[in-house]
């Protein structure tokens, strides 16, 4: 069995940064991507999208099944939610599994929701998506999109075996697809995959990450970095 690295690994933490200064791009402004605003933020900030990730992603959508397209539901978290997405899912960890010390918890969290200090959506370089047909229409892929472990009974890890036949075909034809552009996913969800991040450095041994992480757009510009 293939090894799952949680981003609470050492190892990830450990990874070099060589930030490129790539900018985040607007994917409501890409007319060849669908975006679903299920997971919209106040300022937008779910629709933007490092440039070489984005570049990659539309490659992806051109190795697609005729007919199929991709969805995305997410790219770039600023930090902050990022840190209250973990720290609420730490608390549910806790209840859960109130013996464990709290490298476990963290363990245990980071199967689900990144470490703030690590996470590739807040460095630009991530994307949650599923696949589509023409007219917008989710196709089986076994779960919902952020379907946590407990209420899937584990079906989001991506290699899960208690999925249907077809939504194993459609999460080969995302892997084919955006494995072969240079993604990579995490393989807790189906639905992460991430370009240029520290995980992806990690797996593709890459001497350093070429994403650290970025502000929300609208600081990036001249305004004030976002508080810790």
Do not use: K
């Amino acid at each position: 069995m293939t090894e799952i690295i949680p981003l609470s690994d050492a190892r990830v933490a450990g990874v070099a940064e060589d930030e490129c200064g790539e900018p985040l791009v607007d994917l409501r402004e890409v007319a060849e991507l669908r975006l679903d605003a299920r997971q919209a933020d106040h300022d937008g900030s779910y629709a933007h999208l490092r440039a070489g990730a984005l570049r990659r992603l539309l490659q992806a959508q051109r190795l697609l099944p005729t007919g199929v397209r991709f969805l995305v539901l997410e790219g770039y978290r600023p930090p902050q939610l990022q840190r209250r997405y973990f720290e609420e899912y730490a608390a549910t960890m806790r209840a859960a599994h109130p013996d464990e010390a709290p490298d476990r918890i963290r363990e245990l969290t980071s199967a689900y929701i990144s470490p703030p200090e690590v996470a590739p959506h807040v460095s630009g370089g991530a994307v949650d998506l599923t696949l589509c047909g023409a007219d917008g229409t989710e196709l089986p892929l076994g779960t919902e999109v952020n379907a946590t472990p407990e209420e899937s009974e584990g079906a989001c890890r991506t290699a899960a075996p208690n999925i249907s036949v077809e939504a194993r075909a459609n999460r080969a034809v995302m892997d084919r697809a955006l494995t072969a552009v240079g993604f990579v996913n995490y393989p807790t969800e189906w639905w992460h995959w991430s370009y240029g991040d520290r995980y992806w450095a990690l797996l593709r041994r890459a001497p350093a990450a070429r994403y650290g992480p970025t502000a929300p757009p609208g600081l990036r510009a001249g305004g004030s970095t976002p508080t810790a």
